[in-house]
């Protein structure tokens, strides 16, 4: 299984950096490949230019480019990020907007949606919450869900899709960390690495 593990995070003593160095750890480096969307200092505002190539599925940016001949050679997609203002950091909803084009992530016919992104066969999210996860299923409603499970991954055709929505990360003990951390590694264990 190729993997390709989209990382938003900028602070390299983050928790979420643990995630990631636990599932690369899992991972065959020969079936990997890491987009780390602040180290490679991707740019997520969708510009004039991008938006007048928008409805023919182009871009302006190289590197939306090159992510998306990433994409096309895996079958396994992984994001792991903070939850901010209930959603995805800016970086990764920029990375969605300006890489999931139309032409290239979907189509459209008679209104409704065809993706075609159906080789990617299994995307996991892996999500830190620095309130709980009941409250944020609840009360919110579950807003990554809606938006990126159901309206993005849905919508290009991804159908197997696992969320860890790790709650409390900021004030939970050393030990509950490291019970999520072991959590995420069984579950890449199962699947193969």
Known sequence: MKTVVVFSHPYKGSFNKAILEKVKSKLKASELALIDLYEEGFDPV???DDLKLYSQGGTSDPM???YQKILDNC???VFIFPVWWSLMPAILKGF???VLLKKWAFDVKDWRPIGKMKHIKRATTIAT???KSLIYKTVLGNPLHWALQFATLSFCGIRKKKVFLLSSV???SDSKRHKMLQ???NYFEKLGG
């Open 170 to 172: 900021t004030t939970c």
């Open 46 to 48: 969708m510009n004039a």
């Open 64 to 66: 939306v480019e090159k």
């Open 183 to 185: 959590k995420i590694g």
């Open 96 to 98: 969605l907007d300006k």
């Open 129 to 131: 919450l620095g309130g």
């Open 75 to 77: 079958d396994h997609i």
